[in-house]
């Protein structure tokens, strides 16, 4: 594996799963594959369990790791080509990039979208210069657009908790916000689920929220909240702002909120999000604090994900 | 042991104190006792001896340590039960405790008090949650009402350096300062030294500076400054804001600053303080300065204080 | 050797280079020698290439590293003797450097000059103060006036690349810039380029920006860039406020900024910066996407210039 931006770069996502759980198992059982090996994690934005579950991945994995918070401990990067450089940005990608490539043996990257330019984060500019100008394997710790280790964990967890031989129906339904989020993690949800092909695939959404159809060919998409939860065994609560109004929060419809009540159609299916979830806003805590909730199990393997990719990235196996 | 936030968890002073001692003069003894277990350190506020202090303690014990700066790195946290969030706090920490529980072996954690609600502060809501909902052992690395790794330093320091076969008369000595600072130092030394019991323990401030009784019992209190400094052998120099009309600064009163000629009548007394100090505020420079000074001892023995902890919570030997 | 915080420091240039430059054949030869030993990187300001690169060096060398941004995750420190600390400053540098020292056995510390009162820049009282009350080596990751690191860096660079029997052609050049920087890598640049004396040093820069003549003695200075810029084998491009009219900007003149077209009497000169640059105003674009551009290989050498004076103080052999 040369990088891990994509659903893409996850050729067979049964085996990535299977790597992942086993190492779950067993964490420590390839402490010496990374030694005298360094990953590098660049912030350009917060985050809890990304940050700290890639230190623990890389650490049972015997690397070093070593995080940099650019904006905050370093300065501003730019990013565009041609820039003549009198203003906040202090150093160019092109610059910085190669020598970070040979800092380290695979850079990690979180960048956020602006929300405010589509084809600008559709671009995924910074992580592709970051791939183009280091050199070697970069991994996504959530783009502009997309969020590849979470949606690794979220079929991780699927496949660990869904024992029956059919396929499992899971949905994807939006929910309430009050700031416009980014639409990664539905977008990448959406193509790993459609990706691996193992289940029955539900995206649930108010009209207007449409994520990027690139994303959601072999989905079924319903408007209707009521109808889209019936019989469902996973229900992926998120919060996503409008894709067609690029960046604009269309509706704040709490009647799109999952709360218990709201279930009674489904009423053993498993919950998740990815978190930081709000409570009471996107989900009810009724539903959280519930035993179907898997938010602290997609949390707990986001470790053994990303310790698969890494270890992937190191050594190939699948 | 399985928390540490409370002279309460420390059931035996003495035993704990040598076994910091012994980490001093070997520390490392137990280089191997960590391996494989990792360590989270939460920093919700500002820290310099706390945070180096505890990560060498860490690494003197061959464990894994990952530092998150909870605001800057990550984002706000909520701690009140059935908040509808839809306000400023992103995540809950009833979301995000049970896999920080999953990512480290041990959880520490410091969080100061508001200073604004009394009872709030006093019922250390925050590190209770965490405790509460994370589910393995916590380390307070000073929280809103205590601050039991500097006691336990203190208390090591003391007995580290009083040959004498009487007690140590130890006064804790209120000094000024121009801003509100929480009372955890004082009610923590309070605590410990009235636990430990091999002390004469005087407690001398302004009248309206009286500490929660909870924490004095045992201790002689005195408003008079020059009756209590006398044949002192150590004076613990702090402020504190008031606890009786709490988080408020009673009077701001520079002769409650301990200086050379302040202590003629305990030459040999030596003289205490956690750190940071305000020179010539809180405490002479002429006092700081002289050979009479611990707080570079007191300093120094953070690191074995923590490292006796970490190591009791990893393997009670006590 | 006892500290790295000027070219002083090292009395054989040419023999620490080459062992910069046999851990960049090597780097983790010497894996066992900082074993138990710690190293404390303190930030005061940012800092990418140098946070990183000493942190891999320390890493390469099999020490512990811990790295602390002393304003945002700690507090304000006074440097100022007789201070009587009711200000903005928490804590002296006095109570902190004693305990730092017992910490660790190296520390490293950045902090820029205020640019506003050169006398008080110059006597570099942050880091002496550091080196006075630590009592242990200290090493400058860029100090108020110098940056031996990257001059060694620099040194090292040069003696890679320059395969000739006779003594390179250095131009040490002015660059335009939008904010008043330091002069410390034009400093200690030209500080070590004289004390190494194995080049022609010239030093071009626009009327007005003298540096301190302790560090130019040796080499030749011309303001007429075309003139200097002939039959350069280097030019390290570096802007600088004015030494003279201390931290001002006196001119912002484009016609200094090296582009393709003003090397035409220098076409196959190497071109040198430190980095960060700002393209298209400190330096062209297409001189720094050329393969005459160095700057990359810089970079890559600030580990092993950083690992080889860490190693010369764990273990001096020069």
């Not at 994303?215 to 998409?221: E, L, P, R, S, V």
């Not at 009471?280 to 519930?290: A, F």
């Amino acid at each position: 594996m040369k990088q891990f931006i994509s659903a893409q770069d996850a050729p067979n996502i049964n085996a990535l799963v299977s790597k992942a759980l086993d190492y779950k198992a067993n964490p420590f059982k390839d402490k010496t594959l990374g030694v005298n090996k360094r990953i590098g994690l660049l912030f350009f934005n917060p985050s809890m369990r990304t940050r700290l579950s890639t230190q623990i991945a890389a650490q049972n994995l015997g690397m070093e790791c070593i995080v940099f918070n650019v904006g905050s401990e370093g300065w501003n990067l730019e990013f565009d080509d041609d820039a003549m450089m009198n203003g906040l940005t202090v150093e160019h990608i092109k610059d910085a990039a190669p020598i970070l490539g040979n800092y380290f043996d695979i850079l990690c990257i979180r960048t956020f979208p602006s929300l405010k330019d589509r084809s600008e984060d559709y671009s995924e500019k910074y992580i592709n210069q970051l791939i183009k100008y280091s050199g070697i394997p970069v991994v996504s710790l959530e783009s502009a657009t997309l969020h590849p280790l979470q949606s690794l964990t979220d079929i991780a967890t699927i496949k660990e908790t869904f024992l029956e031989k059919r396929k499992p129906r899971i949905v994807l339904s939006w929910a309430p916000h009050i700031k416009p989020l980014p639409q990664c993690v539905a977008n990448s949800f959406s193509q790993w689920v459609t990706q691996w092909g193992e289940a029955d695939f539900i995206i649930a959404h108010p009209e207007g929220y449409d994520l990027d159809p690139m994303y959601t060919q072999g989905a079924t998409i319903i408007n209707n909240h009521e109808t889209a939860l019936q019989n469902a065994d996973y229900v992926y609560v998120k919060n996503w702002s409008s894709y067609t109004d690029y960046g604009k929060i269309k509706s704040y419809d709490n009647d799109w909120m999952i709360t218990k009540e709201k279930l009674h159609r489904a009423k053993d299916a498993k919950i998740m999000h990815c978190l930081p979830v709000r409570r009471n806003l996107e989900l009810g805590g009724d539903v959280l604090d519930s035993k179907n909730s898997l938010t602290t199990l997609q949390g707990t393997n986001r470790i053994y994900a990303a310790q698969a990719v890494l270890s992937e990235i190191l050594q190939p196996s699948i």
